[in-house]
């Protein structure tokens, strides 16, 4: 999959950069200095962007500089298009500037406002009732920090303040709390941030994909034991297949990531909880909602998907099968569903399909 994701971006990139470098070579004054020679200013357009992509590269990383040129391709199509159709009504043809600036000023301008997005993080706000339970509970979600990618330590800690103000219950965090590229130190220090948490019942925590990792422990810096086991000296309780009381009402049934094979089913899970209180089970990857409804789960709280991330490839993951909700609430049978867009981003320094979000989740007695 990834092997072909890889090829995919690779192929598009490579004729997006032909494609502008032809068109750019089309404006009246470079064709101009160019002698009217395509040989001449095609491949010295291509080295101008390439050299673009690099200082992007330079600034943030490829990832981030292929996501600004891919954006730029796409905006440069809509130009032309809007070109093709002044052409067709007005009876003129708007010059091959216009529809470079327009492409470079309509790309900058929605690359800034998915900047926003991803480093402004809002409160999502859901209430629910039932009759099992006796008193109210406040429930602070957080997930996919991926420490580094859009904030550091220091940054973390001041949504740690964000979720200090809230007044929560307790604060569960669904998976992907570091990322292969998080150092030792942020994760030392993200880590030892989550001890200032205020809360009634504790801080609960499920592993996502990318805290055990891709990289080997060389590369990373820092094994998955010293993750744990400095989330535990902060008062961070991690459930792997585990179940654990909340007040007089409560149970939170804390999976093993998918991506771990050795985890149980849910049903086999929800054997372990007490079913006569309201259960509340994290998981990471929102991609097994069928047979935890069918389970007894009363609310499924889950990360993973980063709202989608942009808005083309919004319900890729729902298409395909990855995912069974990108991103919000959904209700199947009893169960209730929460996906949440993530605190933060995997990599990218952009979200263009949804901001963001911190998740408050208030249960009161019916």
């Given at each position: 999959m990834w092997g072909f994701i890889i090829i995919a971006v690779i192929s598009v990139s490579a004729a997006g950069l032909l494609y502008i470098s032809f068109r750019t070579a089309?404006?009246?004054f470079i064709k101009k200095a160019c002698g009217g020679r395509k040989l001449v200013s095609?491949?010295?357009?291509?080295?101008?962007?390439a050299l673009?992509?690099?200082?992007?590269?330079?600034?943030?990383?490829?990832?981030?500089?292929?996501?600004?040129m891919l954006h730029l391709y796409v905006f440069w199509l809509i130009s032309e298009l809007a070109a093709f159709v002044i052409r067709k009504i007005r009876k003129t043809s708007p010059s091959r500037v216009w529809e470079c600036v327009s492409a470079f000023v309509l790309c900058a301008s929605y690359l800034t406002y998915g900047w926003f997005a991803a480093h402004n993080v809002r409160q999502t706000e859901y209430a629910f009732?039932?009759?099992?339970?006796?008193?109210?509970?406040?429930?602070?979600?957080?997930?996919?920090?991926?420490?580094?990618?859009?904030?550091?330590?220091?940054?973390?800690?001041?949504?740690?303040?964000?979720?200090?103000s809230l007044q929560p219950d307790c604060?569960?965090?669904?998976?992907?709390?570091?990322?292969?590229?998080?150092?030792?130190?942020?994760?030392?220090?993200?880590?030892?941030?989550?001890a200032a948490l205020k809360t009634t019942y504790g801080v609960f925590l499920v592993w996502g994909n990318h805290d055990r990792g891709y990289y080997k422990e060389s590369r990373r810096g820092w094994s998955y034991s010293e993750l744990r086991g400095r989330l535990v000296e902060n008062g961070v309780t991690v459930l792997e297949d585990e179940c654990v009381c909340v007040g007089g009402s409560y149970c939170i049934a804390g999976r093993r990531d998918r991506s771990d094979r050795s985890r149980k089913s849910a049903w086999a899970l929800m054997q372990e909880a007490e079913t006569d209180r309201y259960v509340i089970m994290l998981d990471h990857q929102p991609n097994d909602f069928d047979p935890e409804a069918a389970s007894g789960a009363d609310l499924v709280l889950c990360g993973h998907t980063h709202g989608g991330q942009f808005i083309p490839i919004l319900h890729v993951g729902e298409w395909i099968g990855e995912n069974d909700l990108r991103y919000g609430h959904e209700k199947r049978g009893d169960t209730d569903f929460i996906v949440s867009s993530g605190?933060?981003?995997?990599?990218?320094?952009?979200?263009?399909?949804?901001f963001s979000e911190i998740v408050v989740i208030d249960i009161t007695p019916e």
């Open positions: 089309g404006i009246e095609v491949p010295l357009c291509a080295v101008l962007y673009l992509t690099a200082a992007l590269a330079f600034v943030w990383d490829i990832f981030n500089a292929l996501i600004c009732t039932s009759q099992k339970v006796a008193e109210s509970l406040r429930i602070v979600q957080f997930s996919d920090s991926h420490i580094g990618a859009t904030f550091d330590a220091e940054g973390f800690k001041e949504h740690i303040e964000t979720i200090n604060v569960v965090i669904t998976g992907d709390f570091v990322d292969d590229g998080t150092t030792r130190e942020q994760m030392l220090a993200s880590c030892d941030a989550l605190i933060s981003n995997w990599e990218f320094k952009f979200k263009t399909g949804c």
